[in-house]
């Protein structure tokens, strides 16, 4: 059994900042992408970010379009643990931030996509 739960959500006014946690727990072998997704009300969830597991590069990060320059990804492989830290925060960010990673269970399955359960972020004056 595998969990990722996050922490971090919050309400801030536009300009603001705030830093998501995510934090993997339970029958790990090995964690491979993990990464933030985002769901407004109405829409489809959409990609944020995501960072690999490449520990000599610390992880190879991809972003958005609509955060480059705004939101960093990292991670803390000891911890499996991911964060997005999260500046600069516009009204049009505000939605439910999900944590995902790819993770095996064992060295001889598959990797499994896993979700957290979403973490509220509202950006409002």
């Known amino acids: 059994q595998v969990q990722l739960v996050e922490s971090g959500g919050g309400l801030v006014q536009p300009g603001g900042s705030l830093r998501l946690s995510c934090a993997a727990s339970g029958s790990i072998f090995s964690i491979n992408d993990m990464g933030w997704y985002r769901q407004a009300p109405g829409k489809q969830r959409e990609l944020v970010a995501t960072?690999?597991?490449?520990?000599?590069?610390?992880?190879?990060?991809n972003y958005a379009d609509s955060v480059k320059g705004r939101f960093t990804i990292s991670r803390d492989n000891a911890k499996n643990t991911v964060y997005l830290q999260m500046n600069s925060l516009k009204p049009e960010d505000t939605a439910v931030y999900y944590c995902?990673?790819?993770?095996?269970?064992?060295?001889?399955?598959?990797?499994?996509?896993?979700w957290g359960q979403g973490t509220q972020v509202t950006v409002s004056s």
């Open positions: 960072i690999t597991s490449d520990i000599i590069s610390s992880g190879t990060r």
């Open positions: 995902n990673a790819r993770i095996k269970t064992a060295r001889r399955n598959p990797t499994y996509p896993y």
